[in-house]
């Protein structure tokens, strides 16, 4: 007996496919633009766009780090049309501010690499990243506020210990020996219920880094190409880099997502050049 797909957990939809239960979608004014829910992947919480961006916001972070890190540490603005919204429009505050964005970078994907050491079956087992290069904060100690009250009656406050968090970095091959680390576990990230709140931080963080900080876009399109899944042409070519040695084809429409290893998409290319060739010759 087979189950049913089920959702992908970030909610995402099929635009212009409904649910029977829908009401608006043939409503004169605001009409539903889509409301049935995207299946997840199978064996994850996640769609396969939700499981390709998720893939490459991780591996686009060692890049962007290696630039901000060359950037901070030049002394040179002229390297790169910076827009710092809000901050210091002084090369001296430019520069500062790409050293925060890189280590805001790394810290998020440590904050994640310490959940999974925690919540994985093998955590206690598994050697955690390498943490050569990491600068991380103090061990401290709180109280929790809502203790205070309870204190005028002579109990003892708790005691809450706060270990080490991984702040910043002093080298960025730091960042990239975490995300070879993190690489091989996100299909078990993408299995978890706070698989969605993952693919959200870390495409937020790491979008708005990008949009701040432009670089040039790893990937680069295949003109003339459809994809034999959604049939646009929206094929992408994915190279391989230092953390992720395969380079890869991926759909950038959203809803599809599919990804293609390089060995499977010249199989596909030829069986379409053979399949041209027949119909020129029948």
Known sequence: MTTAPSPCISGCVQRGEHRQTCETRDAKTDPCKGCLPRDAETGLRLCQWCWQRLNADVVDTPALVRYLWALGH???????????????????????????????????????????????????????????????TATTKWIDPKAFPRLEDGSEPVVYIRPPEAAGIHTPEATSRLVKWLLPLLRWCAGREWAAEMRREIASVVRTTAARFPIAERTRAIPGVTCPVCERVSLVFDPATPERPSAQVDCTTRGCGVVFTQEEFKRLTGIIEWEHREDQTA
């Open 74 to 136: 030049s002394g040179e603005l002229s390297l790169a049309e910076l827009k710092i919204h809000g901050g210091d429009a002084s090369e001296r505050g430019v520069l500062h501010a790409a050293l925060d964005a890189l280590d805001g970078l790394h810290a998020c994907l440590a904050s994640w690499a310490h959940l999974i050491l925690e919540e994985h079956p093998d955590g206690a087992r598994m050697a955690g990243p390498d943490d050569r290069g990491v600068q991380y």
